[in-house]
């Protein structure tokens, strides 16, 4: 079982940058992806940035390229996304998510998922 725990949201103006943090616990992550979602009000969960733990490998939805970075610390087995440059299209609740094997942009393909924080940026 792999237990993830969010932290780092809030409330930001635009232009500004937030740095969210997933704590992970219970299995050793060698083999699994983690990867950021975030679900606005009345959309679907959407896939925001990816990591391959193992090999550092990442990959961003098109929307987040060149202001967002993911990145895992292994020492403290937390994965973090750095969110620059923020404006209110990125307000969401932000989940992370953990799964065997590659980055999948899919929700559906995740196995383990954190409570989620909310990120607002004010206009």
């Known amino acids: 079982q792999v237990q993830l725990v969010e932290s780092g949201g809030g409330l930001v103006q635009a232009g500004g940058s937030l740095r969210l943090s997933c704590g992970v616990s219970?299995?050793?992550?060698?083999?699994?992806?983690m990867t950021w979602f975030r679900q606005a009000p009345g959309k679907e969960r959407d896939f925001v940035a990816g990591?391959?733990?193992?090999?550092?490998?990442?990959t961003y939805a098109d929307s987040v390229k060149g202001r967002f970075t993911i990145s895992r610390e292994s020492a403290k087995t937390t994965v973090y996304l750095q969110m620059n440059i923020l404006n209110p299209e990125d307000t969401a609740v932000y989940y992370c998510?953990?799964?065997?094997?590659?980055?999948?942009?899919?929700?559906?393909?995740?196995?383990?998922w954190g409570q989620g924080i909310q990120v607002t940026v004010s206009s």
């Open positions: 998510a953990a799964r065997r094997g590659v980055v999948d942009s899919k929700a559906s393909q995740y196995d383990y």
């Open positions: 219970g299995r050793t992550l060698g083999s699994y992806a």
């Open positions: 990591i391959r733990w193992i090999a550092g490998f990442t």
